[in-house]
């Protein structure tokens, strides 16, 4: 065989090959990872955030996705919600909602954290976008009361707005040194290998129901 016909059917192969292979779709899903700085990726490299983990996680799956990283560090619900009309610029089909924890860490009444989250569940909702809504909890130190209310803001919002629920974005991960940075607060590569793993088989049947 010649080295011509030979390049040509490497070629061939090739372009098949991208063709076949999801992960290299010219329509990948967009899927918008929104939160704090959980989801920004506060003090991580390039490469090393959530949304860049999760993107890198859904590729070597097979799924063709477009991951955006709409973290902003610092954000409270309220935060989350006065930004809400930026980010559905970006068209996303698939939402993960990871806010709350700097409401928690604030110690900022339940009632309004439900009502924020609430807010921008039904923003995404009326926009038409699949939603993943992450879990959070309140630091142990401000009460039983506290944290009882706290706590069951997001399994009973999931289950009003019927979506999907994570039921701790930091599962696993919280507290454990060898998962956080410094801090003991933002977790590190691993600590972020370790909720990607945990969130895909959330995550899945929202990305396989496209149509």
């Known amino acids: 065989m010649s080295r011509r016909i030979v390049i040509k059917t490497l070629i061939l192969l090739f372009s098949f090959g991208i063709y076949l292979n999801p992960a ?117 130190n401000l009460g039983e009361e506290y944290v009882l209310e706290f706590d069951k803001i997001y399994p009973e919002i999931a289950q009003e707005f019927n979506v999907e629920l994570y039921p701790f974005f930091l599962d696993g991960v919280a507290l454990n040194p060898d998962l956080n940075q410094a801090d003991g607060i933002h977790p590190n590569r691993t600590g972020v290998d370790k909720i990607v793993k945990g969130i895909i088989p959330y995550l899945e049947p929202l990305l396989k129901g496209r149509t």
């Open 24 to 140: 290299a779709s010219e329509n990948p899903i967009k899927l918008l990872a929104y939160g704090d700085s959980l989801t920004h990726g506060y003090g991580l490299e390039a490469g090393d955030t959530f949304p860049d983990r999760l993107q890198s996680a859904l590729n070597e799956a097979g799924y063709a996705v477009e991951v955006i990283n709409g973290g902003n560090s610092g954000d409270t619900s309220a935060s989350g919600l006065a930004r809400l009309d930026w980010a559905l610029f970006d068209k996303p089909e698939v939402v993960i909602i990871e806010l709350g924890a700097n409401d928690g860490l604030r110690g900022l009444e339940p009632s309004e954290t439900r009502e924020n989250l609430r807010k921008i569940l039904r923003g995404f909702k009326d926009f038409g976008a699949k939603i993943l809504l992450t879990g959070m909890q309140a630091p142990r």
